[in-house]
């Protein structure tokens, strides 16, 4: 494989990462978006219980997103967007604190394995070769 293809490859794992996390961000902010418009009030359990919900399907969306633009090594690709966001939500559980109740940050760090699982599965159907 030539120096050109390697990096070439290597540019590609970089933009479906890069995508990925953006996708992350957008669908968040769209169930906010949501929830501000169907009336949610800031904090309360509702409201946190809707963001958690957008924040797992966010998840499974950019699972996706990364597995299925993935050149080579989709499984792997998904393993290293899954460690990535956990470094991400542990920081943000630790950064909050007690600001959120245990139930939520739990949420966040605990599905986290379902939403990476649940979207690569999803994009890896149909894909088999891979």
């Known amino acids: 494989m030539s120096l050109k293809h390697r990096f070439v490859l290597a540019l590609r794992s970089?933009?479906?990462?890069?995508?990925?996390c953006v996708v992350e961000v957008l669908i968040n902010q769209g169930g906010g978006e949501l929830a501000d418009r169907a009336g949610f009030p800031w904090g309360g359990e509702r409201r946190l219980a809707w963001d958690l919900a957008w924040v797992?399907?966010?998840g499974v969306l950019a699972a996706w997103v990364v597995t299925r633009l993935a050149p080579r090594a989709p499984r792997v690709h998904a393993a290293v967007f899954f460690v990535l966001m956990l470094v991400v939500a542990v920081a943000a559980v630790v950064q909050l604190g007690s600001d959120w109740p245990g139930w939520f940050s739990a949420g966040i760090l605990l599905t986290l394995p379902l939403q990476v699982a649940l979207g690569a599965w999803w994009a890896l159907q149909g894909n088999v070769q891979k």
């Open 14 to 20: 970089l933009l479906a990462i890069a995508l990925a």
């Open 56 to 58: 797992f399907i966010a």
